[in-house]
């Protein structure tokens, strides 16, 4: 598929971290950060920008915070052709924490809410425009939700000034035929805006809706070195990059941190096709708990946990 | 999806042991042979039937000949309600192989063929409906023929009384809109037989591209347990069977025989998402080149095997 506006960002580091709290050597996100450049990637998102009177920084590594000091130290000799984004949670980043663009070494700030908090969520985006960045608004776990509360969140998206929405399947739980529904569902109410897409592995779909995505006119696209993410993890950016037709793109440079740096962490950090993972995509649930699961010593046991969870006196359903 | 006509075949053993050369144990066997029973799969396909002339009894295991009686003493006393099934290639069985329906523990046998070679399959599917098996023709490897060639060969096919015709993704490299497009010819050219549907894994769009073969109404869709098969195996019958919605199909008992006999084998045994299986994938190549690569002290190098393979002086192109 070749189309110009299409646009690749690359969500390693901050889904990734959500498996170790964001505890990356330097020299993986330098070596991630360079490859990407090479490879062609537009976006690349380094972490969450968060307060350090929430979290503690003892606990969680510096892509936790994307502190503007804290990423210019590690990155700001290379600066390359790729932009950096980072993404928001509501309630959690102070306004101090948001430079003025100029001032910064992001370009982009993502804006990530649940569609209960819609309104929050625009209304921190209009804050961070304000500071001239490039913003995103990805509603998160829509999968969850009734269609005429999307709906009317779209109505209130589609009155603000953000350029971009992302359709998110926080889940893994998505066929193409949502997808397909959904992206056009957010064109619809949103004519004009950008329309992302994120998706999760759980099932083996995360690539193919992502391309269902592109074919029904999604023009910004997440995905991940070797996959990596949060539990299942997501789209592989060196799947996505073989699929893309612009000439701009290369897969050679992925491939290259790769075996360098993600092959060798995949033996101490888990994330991929996993059976519990697979079950709560099926079953439409956050992998919170297959993540606990996966940590204890029954973590191969997948007929216990199916049954835990398809059980409604255990599950409270 | 819920459509009665719908029949699922299991191929783990044959084309897993394409890996192994069918070294399985027999509790193994028996215990998949149980699981898929219990799951409702429709058909278990237990490997090749060949003549025991042509290999090395030695060297391949009895599920690389499935002679009668080999199998009669794994599975004869646990026959159960699914049918059991096996492939043969043109030139690699001998008349005297295949028994009178009646006297054989197999139901179905499946002839695997290249275009090239339609006429060859034609003629041995016809002997062997002669003795009483279902049959199905499997086109292999239809993403490197010419269009103007599938279509000659698929009208033989339309001739014959051969009830079942595959579209074959041997190479893992086909997207949702070649399945389409391929699903939809067969069906112009072959009214009234069943289509098939067997895919690799090489991109992970395995499950994705059963899922298209099943919205465009292909009936016989091939998996295997945990997606083990060369390679970068199949599509993982687990995430097919979450996916049909007939009531017959159960996953549990799929897990089960995932946890106690397939992951411990996966640390033994290499199958699905390998960087090299990928790139061969994109390239539209039989795996074989990747499949030796794995087994060479580079087998983590991807970058020298995607140099390797896309400069053309090297491959001859």
Redesign the interface.
């Known amino acids: 598929m070749y189309r110009p506006e299409i646009k690749v960002l690359d969500c390693s580091i901050r889904d990734g971290g959500l498996m170790n709290k964001w505890q990356f050597s330097d020299d993986l996100v330098k070596a991630s950060y360079q490859a990407l450049c090479a490879a062609g990637v537009d976006y690349i998102e380094l972490g969450y920008k968060a307060s350090k009177k929430m979290f503690n920084v003892e606990e969680f590594g510096k892509w936790r915070f994307c502190a503007d000091e804290d990423v210019k130290n590690v990155l700001g000799d290379l600066k390359d052709s790729s932009k950096l984004a980072c993404m928001v949670d509501i309630g959690r980043v102070e306004d101090e924490d948001i430079l003025p663009v100029n001032d910064s070494i992001f370009d982009m700030i993502r804006i990530a809410c649940y569609v209960k908090d819609v309104s929050k969520g625009i209304a921190l985006a209009q804050k961070i425009q304000e500071k001239g960045y490039e913003t995103t608004l990805n509603l998160m776990a829509v999968s969850t939700n009734l269609e005429r509360e999307i709906d009317e969140a779209l109505i209130e998206v589609s009155r603000s000034e953000i350029p971009c929405v992302y359709v998110v399947d926080s889940y893994g739980n998505m066929?193409?035929?949502d997808i397909n529904f959904l992206v056009k569902k957010y064109q619809h109410f949103c004519p004009g805006k950008t329309i992302g897409i994120h998706t999760h592995?759980n099932?083996?779909?995360?690539?193919?809706?992502t391309?269902?995505a592109v074919?029904d006119n999604a023009n910004m696209l997440d995905a991940s070195i070797y996959g990596i993410g949060r539990g299942p993890g997501n789209c592989?950016i060196?799947?996505l990059l073989?699929?893309l037709k612009n000439p701009k793109y290369s897969?050679?440079p992925v491939?290259?941190v790769?075996?360098d740096y993600y092959?060798p962490l995949s033996r101490q950090l888990e994330w991929?096709?996993i059976?519990p993972y697979?079950?709560q995509g099926?079953l439409n649930e956050h992998p919170r708990v297959a993540i606990a699961y996966r940590d204890s010593p029954d973590k191969?046991?997948?007929?216990k946990f199916?049954?835990k969870l398809t059980t409604p006196e255990v599950m409270g359903k």
Chains 1, 2 share one sequence.
């Open positions: 066929y193409s035929e592995n099932r083996q779909l995360a690539f193919a809706n391309i269902q074919i592989p060196e799947l073989t699929f897969v050679r491939l290259q790769i075996q092959l991929g096709y059976v697979m079950i099926v191969d046991d997948f007929v199916y049954d």
